[in-house]
Structures are given as C-alpha cells and as structure tokens.
C-alpha cells in the first residue's frame, strides 16, 4: 500500500495516510484537496487530540483555522493506531470540538 505522506503526530507515533485513503477523503470532502499540509500540522500540533470513547486504539485530532469562511473551522483527524503506528481512518472540518 503506497503513502501519500507519513509524519510523527505530537506523541511521537509515526502516522500515514495512505492513497486509499486520500482518495476517500477527496471524494467525501473535496474542501480537503489542496489541505495536505493542514491535515499534517493537525497531527502534529493539534490544539485537542482524544480517544474516541468507543475504542481507545482511535484518537480525534483537532486543529482550528480561522481564516475559514465556513461555520466549520476546526479540522478533524481521525488515526487509528495498530502496533504502535497509525493511519488516518478520515478528516473533514467541523463546528465544534466533539
């Protein structure tokens, strides 16, 4: 499986994003294409970053950016870890930390 990018989140933890992925998080929102660099500054300096509540192997990285002209300004990135390292399941913006 090829990688679009691999980066060090804020714990350390190497996460990828693979082409399958990138492809559906184009397809699912395309406000997202030209954001590589937000989606990786997200991982790493996250302003709130938490487990999912219904499985601890998920973490929920939040990243505000005010110069959107949408309601939606933090941007969400959902990693899944797997012996040590993750992937980013998805990332999309939204209102409001969750």
Request: hydrophobic residues 40%.
């Given at each position: 499986?090829?990688?679009?990018?691999e980066?060090?989140d804020?714990?350390?933890?190497?996460?990828?994003?693979?082409?399958?992925?990138w492809?559906?998080?184009?397809r699912?929102?395309p406000e997202?294409a030209?954001?590589l660099d937000?989606?990786k500054d997200a991982?790493?300096n996250?302003?709130?970053y938490d487990?999912?509540?219904f499985?601890?192997?998920?973490?929920?990285?939040?990243?505000?950016y005010?110069?959107r002209k949408?309601?939606?300004?933090?941007?969400l990135v959902?990693?899944?870890?797997?012996?040590?390292?993750?992937?980013i399941?998805?990332?999309y913006?939204v209102?409001?930390?969750?």
């Amino acid at each position: 499986m090829s990688s679009i990018f691999e980066v060090e989140d804020v714990t350390g933890r190497l996460i990828h994003l693979s082409e399958e992925r990138w492809t559906h998080i184009n397809r699912e929102h395309p406000e997202l294409a030209n954001l590589l660099d937000e989606i990786k500054d997200a991982l790493m300096n996250p302003i709130r970053y938490d487990p999912w509540e219904f499985d601890a192997n998920i973490r929920y990285f939040y990243r505000y950016y005010k110069y959107r002209k949408s309601a939606e300004k933090y941007l969400l990135v959902i990693v899944k870890y797997l012996n040590g390292e993750g992937f980013i399941i998805t990332a999309y913006f939204v209102r409001h930390i969750q």
